[in-house]
């Protein structure tokens, strides 16, 4: 079983449409959980950054973790052709240690 | 933009070369992490590099070396390439947001053995 598990997708929705990512993992050493965001052969991209358990909202992005179940979400309000990417989550047991990814889930908007 | 870079951007080789990539971190920065990204798989981490001494190692072979200079800029060494090793090679330093460290990554070196 991996530590960290996401569906790879792809995962398409029409604009406007509300988008909600997820991931599941089994260390619960895990302290801190980001999304990233990564554009076809570029490098992941930092969108949100969530210490420990509940709630941030940055825009049209929400970041929930609930450490009880090992599991969290990257809700998109609003959806934009813009967002269509692949969004990673990393996760690590210090901020400045390892990342453990996901796979990814490869997301299209569709206008 | 991160202000991470990464050279070169593309890189072909033969199975058995030896490959070395480079990296210079964010200014400031004095953490460095190397992870190697398959196609349609997430990163993995390979080590990482605080004041030019390794500081963590994942799950990789001793042909993947690396060092971390006095600038804080660094390179990762790979010898006895394998097909597998087709890549993206990502560089990523540590800075803080908000309150906490965080990765900051570079776009990557796309790495392709032949």
């Known amino acids: 079983q991996k530590e960290v598990e996401q569906d790879p997708g792809p995962l398409s929705v029409p604009e406007g449409a509300i988008v909600s990512l997820n991931c599941t993992y089994s260390?619960?050493?895990?302290?801190?959980f980001m999304w990233y965001r990564q554009y076809s052969r570029k490098g992941p991209e930092l969108l949100m950054y969530t210490y420990s358990s509940g709630n941030k909202e940055d825009g049209r992005f929400t970041a929930q973790v609930d450490k009880s179940s090992k599991y969290i979400s990257l809700f998109i309000r609003d959806s934009q052709p813009s967002d269509s990417a692949t969004y990673l989550c990393?996760?690590?047991?210090?901020?400045?240690?390892?990342?453990?990814f996901g796979t990814g889930t490869r997301l299209t908007i569709i206008p | 933009e991160t202000g991470v870079t990464q050279s070169p951007t593309h890189l072909i080789k033969t199975r058995g070369q030896q490959v070395t990539l480079r990296c210079s971190s964010q200014?400031?920065?004095?953490?460095v992490s190397w992870y190697q990204q398959a196609l349609g798989q997430g990163p993995q981490f390979i080590f990482q590099?605080?004041?030019?001494?390794?500081?963590g190692r994942g799950n990789f072979p001793p042909r993947f070396s690396g060092l971390q200079f006095p600038n804080y800029s660094s390179e990762l060494n790979v010898n006895a390439l394998e097909l597998d090793d087709s890549a993206l090679y990502l560089c990523?330093?540590?800075?803080?947001?908000?309150?906490?460290?965080?990765?900051?990554f570079g776009p990557g070196t796309r790495l392709t053995v032949l």
């Open positions: 990523a330093s540590t800075g803080t947001s908000g309150s906490y460290d965080t990765q900051y």
């Open positions: 200014s400031g920065h004095n953490t």
């Open positions: 590099y605080y004041r030019e001494e390794e500081n």
């Open positions: 990393g996760l690590s047991n210090f901020g400045n240690e390892k990342l453990t």
């Open positions: 260390n619960s050493a895990f302290q801190y």
